[in-house]
């Protein structure tokens, strides 16, 4: 069946933590809760996200696209050589 | 593991071809709802497919002023209340141009609310996308037309008395012809709708609730924009198509969002082409026909006159 | 870079006729090459905006008829970074309306032409009576330290001559030019002569082609701070422009240095070539003893009391200001060290011989003949004051 060969999508993110100020939004709704909290204070004191379970991220950019900083992005995960390039990320 | 410290995180990030990226980070507040919607307004330009070079951006004064400092496109900063004179000035000296104002509420709908009204009565050809926080932030929290009925304000220290503005039915009521309302959090519907807004002909305007963290949720004790969210989250309710008469909000009530109008009718310069097309007759040069347009009509007129010497 | 070039006959309605000021306004802007036009209806101005309006389809321009001047002032920043030149047309109350965004556009240094029909004030003043009593608000009205240019027509003609070169001055020094006229010279009906669209120059504008990626909006040249080349939107700049101290790539910058170099380059870039721009005209100065300084229609009745002085055997000079901003300084100087008195008769309490006084400082009488508007001066009250300044 072709829905056999779909695969989950996989998500790199990318964290500006210079530019976060600490809104929480990218943590709270984040769909797969990828992230948290950094118990870490940036250079002015915010704590940036940190991702607590990079493969829970199935790469839908809510994180970008709520982020009010731009200091947050998704790039899709290079694929595995042996699963099927067309499929991907679909 | 899937996550990257990266040092080359301004130009790689996917925003980097479309804000001044060497001027971040920005001045706007922790939780701040502004740069959401420039992103939801950056996708949105992305998925249109439309020439960056053709798209100019015009903001007045405040907090979402300040968005035509840091998008990457031909951008105007003006004065307060009268990014959409000056957006007007721009589409019909140049018309091929899309032009997009993103303006506060207060300065919108307070300082510039006359030139809003009569941009919409001409349905002129620009989109604007409203940032509505129901304060003035830069300035330090004073009480906007939009402010809710009893809410807090540093003008109104003992609550609100005034009446707000229900921005989508003004703008209804003054010929907009593509209305559309979403709150901060529906990041993708916003999207959306400033894509059809883009593409829309004629006055479209795209409302967006947010928070502002520092004045309106600390004065009224809100919480932080996480609590704003949530307040959208659980209070707003997708009503497209809804009458316009029946979106007002009140404070910490409801919030009817969605797509509430759109309609085709000629823009200001369809009816000046048209008009003068009309009563002066074939010698009117039509005014502000695009390149393609103009290269299309010599080639007619070439073959026409070699038709003729046939 | 000043690149002169003739008129684009289309708009030149060649030949000669007989109209009002306001009317020979908007001819001489159209022969300039104008064709986005954003007005607001005000007495004594509107005629030009109508007249506009009825020769915008058959030029291929654009009128639009804005909500209020604020609108129209700002629409005209717009019209001009989106290629165009551009024009309005106010009185008194409008003026004060348009004040900010002119300081808006002197801070984006856009080129734009704005004619002030002046008439009685304060306030609602005189609607339908001469007035020049906004000369002061020209120069000084909108907020900040910055320089317009103004100039003052004494008749018709020189309404339709006067808005080509205030045209010429805007694209040369991306400035707003303002065209000082009043009630009386807009609704004086007179011959007035428009050449050939060959005898016409205009000063086209500095278009930038270099690199995009290179192009800074405010970059402005090593001598005489003269602005650098403009851009328009829909050509892949992608440039920024602010009403913020900016650098010159028009990024804010909100320091001591950057508003040092911002405004003393809005200020320089006219005040380094005042002598480039000041115009004038001068008769019998040399051995006068009474020189009378004046401008738009007072200079037509300063002509008959200086006529009147010569018969009675004063010598009499008369300096008319074509050229009331940037002030002709370095003259009205000269003539102080020369003369015993300056008369200025003026159509105001008293604005402009405030500059001639600070000019004078002290070295010869200044003696105003000021009025309370509504009405062009007697000659005679001229004469009287001819007549003190010399005893």
Redesign the interface.
Known sequence: MYFGKLKEA??????????C?????CV??CPTKVLVLSKDYNAKG?HPP??QD??L?RDCK?C????????I?V?P?PSDGDEDKETHGA | MNVNANANFAQDNPMSQFLRMERMPHIWCPGCGIGTVVTAFAEAVKKSGLDLDKIAIVSGIGCTGRTAGYVKLDSFHSTHGRAIPLATGLKLANPEMKVVVFSGDGDLTSIGGNHFIHAARRNMDITVVCVNNFTYGMTGGQMTPTTPHTANASTTPYGNYEYPFSLPFLADACGATYIARWTSLHARQISGSIKEALNHKGFSFVEVIAPCTTLYQRRNRLGDGLDALEYYQNDAEIAHGLDTRQVDIDYQGKIKVGKFVEKQKPTYLDNVNQHYAQVIGDEYELYGKTTPEKEAEAKAKAESAAKGAV | MVRKVKADPKGVLEGPHFMDGDHALAEGALAAGCRFFAGYPITPSTETAERFAERCPEVGGLFIQMEDEIASVTALIGGAWGGQKVMTVTSGPGMSLMLENIGLACMTETPMVIANVQRGGPSTGLPTLTAQQDMMQARWGSHGDYRVIALAPDSPQECFDLAIEAFNLAETYRVPVLIMTDETVGHMHEKVVIPPASEIEVVERNWYTGPKDQYKPFKFGAENYMPGPMVKIGDGYRFHITGLVHDERGYPQASVEAGKINITHLIEKIDSNRDKIVRFEADQLDGAEVVVVSYGITSRIAIKAVMDARKEGIKTGNFRMITCWPFPEKQIREIASKVKAIVVPEINYGQMVLEVERMAAGKCKVISVNSTGGAVHDPNEILAAIKEGRS
């Open positions: 996989k998500g790199v993110v990318h964290i500006n933590e210079s530019w100020k600490g809104c929480g939004f709270n709704y915010y940190q991702v990079a493969e991220c809510f970008e696209l709520i982020c009010p900083e731009f200091a992005y790039s995960a």
